[in-house]
């Protein structure tokens, strides 16, 4: 059973601070990672996405993996209050018939 | 904006029918996903279709079935509706396999099952 574990949250952060989401998954074999934002009662948009062991930038966003540890993070700078979501994590874990498992995803609020 | 779309955005059934959910993908891409989200879950992967075949399917019983057609747009449908399958239906497409390539998702049909 391919496992995706999130912290549910809320998640509360000053607007301006770093905001840092964590993803753990437990199938080792696991190869990609994305995260996605999703706003209430709308559908999840894509952020970032990660397949190499280190960080990736992308504007306030910087995705982190850690493959050794099954550990992905998601950190955003200078958080704004429209960054108030919920943020899932998801793992493509390989053999091109499964799609995305998904984390429960972790609700941040950015308080102004 | 994704250039995803889904039909209808919202509907309700009574337990017992059958629904069809329709989804047009980003122009270029042939994969389409589904998924299930339950109220305060992840979205749960039920299939894909990869040039009008289904390749790969999760934990979904067989009343779950879909179709791609050559315009790589797709539906789902859903037969003996139950209580249950009340939840955000997502489409997804990519330009290649789920995973391999990046999703992106349709704005989602809620369903509700009376």
């Known amino acids: 059973q391919k496992e995706v574990e999130q912290n549910s949250g809320p998640l509360s952060v000053p607007e301006g601070a770093i905001a840092s989401l964590n993803c753990t998954y437990s199938?080792?074999?696991?190869?990609?990672f994305f995260w996605y934002r999703q706003y209430s009662g709308k559908s999840p948009e894509l952020i970032m996405f990660?397949?190499?062991?280190g960080d990736k930038e992308d504007g306030r966003f910087t995705a982190q993996l850690n493959k050794a540890s099954q550990y992905v993070s998601l950190l955003i700078r200078d958080s704004q209050p429209s960054d108030s979501a919920t943020y899932l994590c998801?793992?493509?874990?390989?053999?091109?018939?499964?799609?995305?498992?998904f984390g429960k995803g972790t609700h941040l609020i950015i308080q102004p | 904006e994704t250039g995803v779309t889904q039909s209808p955005t919202h509907l309700i059934k009574t337990r017992g029918q059958q629904v069809t959910l329709r989804c047009s993908s980003q122009s270029g891409h042939n994969t389409v996903s589904w998924y299930q989200q339950a109220l305060g879950q992840g979205p749960q992967f039920i299939f894909q279709?990869?040039?009008?075949?289904?390749?790969g399917r999760g934990n979904f019983p067989p009343r779950f079935s879909g179709l791609q057609f050559p315009n790589y747009s797709s539906e789902l449908n859903v037969n003996a509706l139950e209580l249950d399958d009340s939840a955000l239906y997502l489409c997804?497409?990519?330009?290649?396999?789920?995973?391999?390539?990046?999703?992106?998702f349709g704005p989602g049909t809620r369903l509700t099952v009376t």
């Open positions: 990660i397949y190499s062991n």
């Open positions: 998801a793992v493509y874990s390989g053999g091109g018939a499964d799609g995305l498992t």
């Open positions: 279709y990869y040039r009008e075949e289904e390749n």
């Open positions: 199938d080792r074999g696991s190869q990609s």
């Open positions: 997804a497409s990519s330009l290649g396999l789920a995973g391999i390539d990046e999703q992106y």
